[in-house]
């Protein structure tokens, strides 16, 4: 007679989609920040305010789960690191999979960029993202 043990089987399985879960969700967090334009004044047409440091932007992705992040942060990441971290460190490890994630960048002109308003990114951000998914979540397979 053969015979498989189907909890340990099942338990494997929420484990590997947990960890599919958490590497998609930081995939999409990165794709979105590192597609974010860093202010570059050299670019503008105008003087940038004194004092100015681009990476406001960059900075201002949050990653909500279960619920939208609101408000603006008052980070400046020009490489994307920290926003990067931070936001995998909320990812859970164990119980990833059932949760809605939200990666959103509150500030006033988010929209805008998105539309195209930057040169650096003339084909949005999010948009891009969410037509890599398929390709993202293809990579991530464990």
């Keep these: 007679m053969a015979s498989v043990a189907l909890g340990s089987l099942g338990a494997s399985v929420i484990a590997d989609v947990d960890r599919l879960v958490r590497k998609v969700a930081i995939d999409l967090l990165k794709s979105v920040i590192y597609k974010s ?4 004044a050299t670019l ?16 201002n992705w949050q990653l909500g789960i279960n619920n939208q992040p609101s ?26 999979a059932g949760n809605i994630y939200y990666i959103t960048n509150n500030l006033p002109y988010a929209q805008r960029l998105e ?3 930057s040169s650096q990114a003339p084909a949005g ?16 397979r464990i």
């Design 115 to 117: 539309d195209g308003w």
């Design 71 to 96: 408000g603006e942060l008052s980070a400046v990441d020009a490489s994307g690191a920290n926003t990067i971290n931070l936001g995998m460190a909320n990812i859970p490890t164990t119980n990833a």
């Design 44 to 59: 503008w047409q105008s003087p940038p305010p004194a004092g100015y440091v681009g990476g406001r932007f960059r900075g």
């Design 37 to 40: 334009p860093v202010g570059d």
């Design 125 to 140: 951000i999010v948009s891009l993202t969410v037509a890599e998914f398929d390709g993202i979540v293809l990579r991530a």
